[in-house]
């Protein structure tokens, strides 16, 4: 279970080196093979064709074509221990019950009795990520960025007991989805030190920030005081919606759902994108649920939060260094991810200094 991590990519307990390789993982370790086997055993059938989606992220990707019918394919590597694909199949059921469109899935296998690693065979949808839009320029980002803000006002209506990852032991018992955590201060404050210590010994923030971080974060320690969490996606972007360039059809990968404070799922969102996509989103969000009084202030505490773990895995994953089409640049950060990640971070701190 993710007892120890606040952001599964950046906590889990694979060395660098290792997460270094999701970067190129198709072609160091294409596991086409077992995705045939899992397919001939679940349906029976060999695929006509399986061809490898390029996803970028934590998880292999494919495209599995049967005669009659296509379906997606997606995979964690079997390194470490984590069957978080049964809370992930939880989060979108759930999500779909509240209008969310999320994927359905027809298989998911942690038991690695079949292949050594664990996977889901999903539905496939056919609509590109918005990003691939919005990297050309092509995406009407007021009209995505309200339909997004609807989609997650719906999808904050689950609410659910305890706070942070979801309880997979639970699930797998059948028993009803809950956190881990005790509460939301606990989930928010899981691996804050070490993300602190990180960012100081890599030299990416100087030490009087990293001091000024710490004393903010300290004064509005009430503003964590949250007596029931809601289910979070919590890894809200165009590369995970998918879409026309004015429409949405599908959210993807809830490899990251939590339970939690609905304004951490809102500052995911801030955490990418300007005013152009933030406005229409919160008059989406409006239009289905109300903000809370102290919206900007948790906004804030949120933002910053988010920002220094994003911080911490564009480092060590060395995506400063990435170019192109690569999936986070955007019109935001193309010119300098390294500064667009500073600016965020000195923007939630600037608004926690005002509240």
């Known amino acids: 279970m993710r007892t120890d991590a606040y952001y599964w990519k950046c906590d889990n307990p694979l060395p660098v080196e290792e997460k270094l390789k999701y970067n190129d993982k198709y072609r160091l370790a294409d596991i086409t093979p077992l995705v045939r086997r899992a397919a001939e055993h679940h349906f029976r059938e060999t695929p006509q064709a399986i061809l490898s989606t390029g996803s970028?992220?934590?998880?292999?990707?494919y495209e599995v074509r049967f005669a009659d019918r296509t379906l997606f394919f997606r995979a964690d590597d079997g390194k470490t221990d984590d069957d978080y694909m049964?809370?992930?199949?939880?989060?979108?059921?759930?999500?779909?019950?509240q209008g969310v469109p999320a994927p359905r899935v027809h298989v998911t296998d942690v038991s690695l009795s079949l292949v050594p690693v664990r996977y889901q065979f999903i539905e496939w949808l056919a609509d590109p990520p918005l990003r691939r839009y919005d990297q050309q320029g092509a995406l009407d980002r007021a009209a995505v960025g309200r339909q997004l803000g609807r989609h997650t006002a719906r999808l904050h209506r689950i609410r659910l007991d305890g706070f942070g990852f979801l309880n997979t032991e639970a699930l797998q018992r059948g028993g009803e989805p809950a956190g881990l955590d005790a509460s939301n201060r606990a989930y928010f404050q899981k691996k804050l030190?070490?993300?602190?210590?990180?960012?100081?010994?890599?030299?990416?923030?100087?030490?009087?920030?990293?001091?000024?971080?710490e004393r903010l974060l300290a004064r509005h320690d009430r503003l964590l005081d949250l007596p029931r969490g809601s289910l979070l996606h919590k890894d809200l972007a165009f590369w995970n919606v998918l879409g026309s360039h004015d429409r949405i059809t599908a959210i993807i990968d809830w490899d990251d759902a939590v339970i939690g404070d609905p304004v951490d799922d809102i500052a995911i969102v801030k955490c990418f994108y300007g005013p152009d996509v933030m406005g229409p989103f919160l008059e989406g969000y409006r239009e289905t649920a109300p903000l809370p009084d102290?919206?900007?202030?948790?906004?804030?505490?949120?933002?910053?939060?988010?920002?220094?773990?994003?911080?911490?895995?564009?480092?060590?994953m060395r995506y400063f260094d990435m170019t192109g089409d690569f999936f986070i640049l955007g019109p935001e950060n193309r010119?300098?991810?390294?500064?667009?990640?500073?600016?965020?971070?000195?923007?939630?701190?600037?608004?926690?200094?005002r509240a």
């Open 335 to 353: 010119t300098s991810l390294r500064q667009f990640t500073l600016d965020r971070i000195m923007e939630g701190l600037a608004g926690l200094r």
């Open 193 to 213: 030190p070490d993300h602190l210590r990180f960012l100081r010994d890599a030299q990416f923030l100087p030490p009087q920030v990293l001091d000024e971080i």
């Open 86 to 97: 049964l809370a992930e199949e939880c989060a979108m059921r759930l999500a779909r019950a």
């Open 294 to 316: 102290d919206f900007e202030a948790r906004l804030s505490l949120y933002l910053l939060r988010n920002m220094l773990w994003k911080a911490v895995i564009r480092i060590f």
């Open 56 to 61: 970028a992220g934590n998880h292999y990707a």
